[in-house]
């Protein structure tokens, strides 16, 4: 498989650097592009509003879809010319976990902008173990180890702990693992036969697509969920839940959502991937100008139904640089939604190494693999050649600085030291970085039957 996914992605390089036609007309300029009702959606809702697909000889359609199988469905059957996606779906795809096809993004569409929520419920049985400050507010990051007394109060009713994540390779997936195996908390183990993901879990999660949060949680089905924006303020607002984690807390500034394309496309459609990537940059760029001048803006735009559809007061709140928590308990999280700054749409290749990494972890890849098979699946799904190639024409055109884009980057980031966990993450190291993390498969270990083995 690794082999055909490099000659792949050379393709893909060498159509993108030679094959562009002298004029650089799109070669397709009627796109439908896919997204999930959530804030971040807005580089899309943006670069439509504004003109800025217009403006490149594109002319889009945008349409929301029902849940996350149903968006990356539609890519690899060509309903969809691209979407807003997740990154692990790409990665995912790419390497045959769920539906197999090769994915790829030029353009990453933010950092962080997820949280964990859990029921009132919840948060009341939790609360009497997590500190306060001096004005008896809690005092976060808030560890999964609060959490502790519900599950044991849950037990003795016997009644099941479940929880909601919005897609098995979901960033909220991997971030609600992460945040509750650094409490010493089991979230559960995938196997080649079980992909539930629940085999040996203290936690059930499962699947809830995210406008469906909210009410599911008031419902009593789950008893929190990790999903994006609005649905964690949406909560609050209902007085329903209260967030205990965003991704800030968990493992913070890594790719979010991306502009999910078949590698195919993007080989064959080398002008048409330029010209979105180039909106799509330029949209982000506004996003996040003159320290978020615009986002008010932005709220109104993505409040209309169809695109979020959510109340205005409710996506203000992390769309603007704050986050409430409990009612009334207001703190400014300026970098919760980040969408241009901190190169933030620069598809880095050590972010999708951590998306590998987890999968790994909770045994979605079922088998070990070397560091460098990591490296070389990221490069085949993470273009950032493609990125960079569309930032210089745009540095070109004068409508954007130079010193705007990481031109100099490797496609590593520093090693990551500041996850809630304090395990430090090193992208050209991933399997020493997987054997350090407390809970998770390790080395040559799978999981067979309900044993994990090796």
């Known amino acids: 498989m690794i082999h055909k996914l490099l000659a792949s992605t050379t393709l893909i390089a060498t159509l993108a650097t030679t094959a562009l036609r002298a ?40 349409e929301a879809q029902a849940n996350w199988k149903v968006l990356l469905d539609g890519v690899i059957d060509g309903n969809l010319h691209g979407a807003h996606m997740l990154s692990g779906q790409a990665l995912a795809a790419t390497i045959g976990f769920g539906t197999e096809a090769h994915i790829v993004t030029p353009f990453v569409m933010d950092l962080n902008g997820n949280a964990t929520t859990v029921s009132n419920e919840v948060w009341d049985l939790m609360r009497p173990a997590i500190p306060s400050d001096a004005d008896g507010k809690p005092i976060h990051p808030i560890s999964a180890r609060a959490l502790r007394p519900a599950l ?51 936690v059930l999660l499962s699947v809830t697509p995210p406008p469906q949060m909210p009410a599911t949680l008031e419902a009593g089905t789950i008893s929190g969920y990790t999903v994006g924006e609005p649905w964690n303020q949406q909560a609050v607002a209902m007085g329903i839940g209260v967030p205990v984690a965003t991704d800030l807390d968990v493992f913070p500034m890594r790719a979010e959502k991306v502009l999910g394309l078949r590698a195919d496309f993007v080989a064959e459609n080398p002008n048409t991937v330029q010209a979105l990537t180039r909106a799509l940059i330029r949209a982000a760029m506004w996003l996040d100008e003159n320290d978020n001048a615009n986002r008010e803006e932005a709220v109104r735009i993505i409040s209309r139904p169809a695109y979020v559809g959510a109340d205005v007061d409710v996506l203000r709140n992390s769309m603007t640089g704050t986050f409430e928590y409990e009612k009334g308990d207001v703190r400014p999280v300026p970098d919760f939604n980040v969408f241009f700054r901190y190169n933030a749409n620069y598809p880095y290749i050590s972010d999708a ?42 540095v070109k055109d004068g409508l954007a600085p130079v010193d705007a884009f990481p031109f100099d980057s490797d496609g590593y980031r520093d090693v990551v030291d500041h996850a809630i966990d304090g395990v430090p993450f090193d992208a050209r190291r991933p399997n020493a970085y997987i054997d350090t993390l407390p809970i998770g498969l390790k080395g040559d270990q799978r999981v067979v039957g309900t044993e994990v083995q090796g």
């Open 23 to 62: 004029d650089t007309f799109p070669e397709i300029e009627e796109l439908t592009l896919g997204f999930i009702k959530l804030t971040d959606m807005a580089p899309l809702a943006v670069a439509y509003e504004r003109g800025y697909f217009e403006d490149e000889g594109l002319f889009v359609t945008l």
């Open 353 to 394: 190494v951590w998306y590998l990494t987890q999968m790994r972890r909770w045994g979605q890849i079922t088998e070990a693999q070397t560091d460098d098979w990591y490296a070389d699946v990221a490069q085949s799904v993470f273009l950032s050649d493609l990125f960079l190639e569309a930032a210089q024409s745009l």
């Open 152 to 202: 044991e109060a849950f037990a003795d009713q016997g009644r099941a702990f479940n929880m909601g994540m919005v897609f098995p390779v979901s960033t909220h997936n991997f971030e609600l693992r992460y945040w509750l195996a650094a409490g010493g908390i089991h979230p559960g183990y995938y196997s080649a036969e079980n992909i539930t993901g629940q085999i040996g879990a203290e």
